[in-house]
């Protein structure tokens, strides 16, 4: 599986960005998609996750009311609506893949990476 993320950049504290994740190759429905992000020196972060089989989603709390995570099925694209942003939110953004293990936010379950794409929150 491969993973290619895009929509990050530079917004002022209460702005908006959509990230979104073009996956390729095979992806079974007993899969899980979800998204990390990771400052500089720290260790990943799980911040939302969304099942293939049956679109179950898991928010981490830091985030809950604020990202959205969603799925286009026919592109096979992941999304990542953040609202209301703060400082707090700067990161590198990560999506993953993996076969679904019950752990949605922890990141020894996902074994495809992105490159990951930046976003900065002033």
């Known amino acids: 599986v491969q993973l290619v993320e895009s929509g990050g950049g530079s917004v002022q504290a209460g702005g908006s960005l959509k990230l979104s994740c073009l996956a390729s190759?095979?992806?079974?429905?007993?899969?899980?998609m979800a998204w990390f992000r990771q400052e500089p020196g720290k260790g990943r972060e799980g911040v939302a996750a969304?099942?293939?089989?049956?679109?179950?989603?898991f928010v981490a709390t830091s985030v809950q009311g604020r990202f959205y995570i969603s799925r286009d099925r026919t592109k096979n694209i992941l999304y990542l609506q953040m609202i209301n942003l703060r400082p707090g939110d700067t990161a590198m953004y990560y999506c993953?893949?993996?076969?679904?293990?019950?752990?949605?936010?922890?990141?020894?379950?996902?074994?495809?990476w992105g490159q990951g794409t930046q976003v900065t929150v002033s």
């Open positions: 993953a893949a993996g076969v679904n293990g019950g752990r949605a936010l922890e990141e020894d379950q996902y074994n495809s």
């Open positions: 969304l099942e293939l089989a049956f679109g179950a989603t």
């Open positions: 190759g095979y992806m079974s429905e007993n899969y899980i």
